[in-house]
């Protein structure tokens, strides 16, 4: 967010700044999950992008939300 406002750290309320913190503590949860996962089948990396791209739409509304 800075990058986009160019350092301007005061275009962006804490408020803001703490729920995409929050987001990016989930999105690191969810990361770490998916790296933890034992030795992976077809059937099971099928299952895990399914879940990926679930994860990424949640994600992205919650982004949404937040800038909004």
Do not use: P, W, Y
């Amino acid at each position: 967010m800075n990058h986009i406002n160019r350092g301007d750290q005061t275009a962006i309320s804490e408020e803001v700044q703490n729920h995409l913190e929050d987001l990016l503590q989930k999105v690191q949860d969810f990361e770490h999950t998916c790296l933890e996962k034992e030795l992976l089948t077809a059937e099971k990396i099928a299952q895990l992008e399914t879940e990926v791209d679930k994860k990424v739409v949640e994600f992205q509304s919650q982004l949404h939300r937040i800038l909004k």
